[in-house]
């Protein structure tokens, strides 16, 4: 796996015969390392692995109820943010010619697992054991799309790098009639450890 470049960094080009000379020691040339952003399922996958600083806002876009109380509470708690750590852990595909999977570690609750499919499916379990499956997507522009199902309601999940050390989510939840249910907003950015001074 290639580690995720960052787009900023400016690449000299060598000569062949240097090139020649220097390839038996010096790591592979910038002509090799994975574009950004990510343009495979595989570069995106190792490109989330790390540890990540959170901040993630959540909303309930549940319709008011006629209750002028309920709807008063409602209005008071229909958003709220939460900052927190996230680690993410780059899986070994389960079988061959697939991508591998991520173990995902929010800042509260256990991790949970996903393994993708080259067919554009994939399957994990959430930290209580309930067993999720759906499908990706990846866009051109570099960005993630998850789509599954939960207790009866669909759930979109966009995923996508504005920088190789900073990448945003978002989700939303459909009921079963179509009425939107709960959304999520998160940003992230990538905890990167200072250079030996």
């Given at each position: 796996?290639?580690?995720?470049?960052?787009?900023?960094?400016?690449?000299?080009?060598?000569?062949?015969?240097?090139?020649?000379?220097?390839?038996a020691t010096e790591p592979p040339?910038?002509?090799?390392?994975?574009?950004?952003?990510?343009?495979?399922?595989?570069?995106?996958?190792?490109?989330?692995?790390?540890?990540?600083?959170?901040?993630?806002?959540?909303?309930?876009?549940?319709?008011?109820?006629?209750?002028?109380?309920?709807?008063?509470?409602?209005?008071?708690?229909?958003?709220?943010?939460?900052?927190?750590?996230?680690?993410?852990?780059?899986?070994?595909?389960?079988?061959?010619?697939?991508?591998?999977?991520?173990?995902?570690?929010?800042?509260?609750?256990?991790?949970?697992?996903?393994?993708?499919?080259?067919?554009?499916?994939?399957?994990?379990?959430?930290?209580?054991?309930?067993?999720?499956?759906?499908?990706?997507?990846?866009?051109?522009?570099?960005?993630?799309?998850?789509?599954?199902?939960?207790?009866?309601?669909?759930?979109?999940?966009?995923?996508?790098?504005?920088k190789a050390n900073l990448r945003?989510?978002?989700?939303?939840?459909?009921?079963?009639?179509?009425?939107?249910?709960?959304?999520?907003?998160?940003?992230?950015?990538?905890?990167?450890?200072?250079?030996?001074?």
């Amino acid at each position: 796996m290639g580690v995720c470049e960052d787009p900023n960094r400016v690449h000299r080009p060598r000569s062949p015969a240097a090139t020649a000379v220097t390839s038996a020691t010096e790591p592979p040339s910038p002509a090799t390392t994975p574009p950004f952003p990510p343009e495979t399922i595989e570069a995106f996958l190792a490109c989330c692995a790390g540890d990540w600083l959170s901040l993630r806002s959540r909303f309930s876009l549940e319709e008011a109820t006629a209750d002028a109380q309920e709807a008063e509470a409602e209005e008071a708690s229909w958003h709220r943010s939460e900052r927190g750590e996230l680690k993410v852990t780059y899986l070994a595909p389960e079988g061959t010619g697939e991508p591998g999977g991520l173990e995902i570690t929010p800042p509260s609750g256990g991790p949970h697992q996903l393994q993708f499919r080259p067919d554009g499916g994939f399957h994990g379990r959430a930290p209580d054991g309930t067993p999720r499956s759906g499908h990706w997507q990846l866009w051109p522009d570099g960005s993630l799309e998850l789509t599954s199902e939960r207790a009866g309601t669909s759930v979109r999940e966009r995923i996508w790098f504005t920088k190789a050390n900073l990448r945003l989510r978002s989700s939303v939840e459909h009921h079963p009639d179509g009425r939107p249910g709960r959304a999520s907003f998160s940003s992230e950015i990538r905890r990167v450890s200072r250079p030996a001074g």
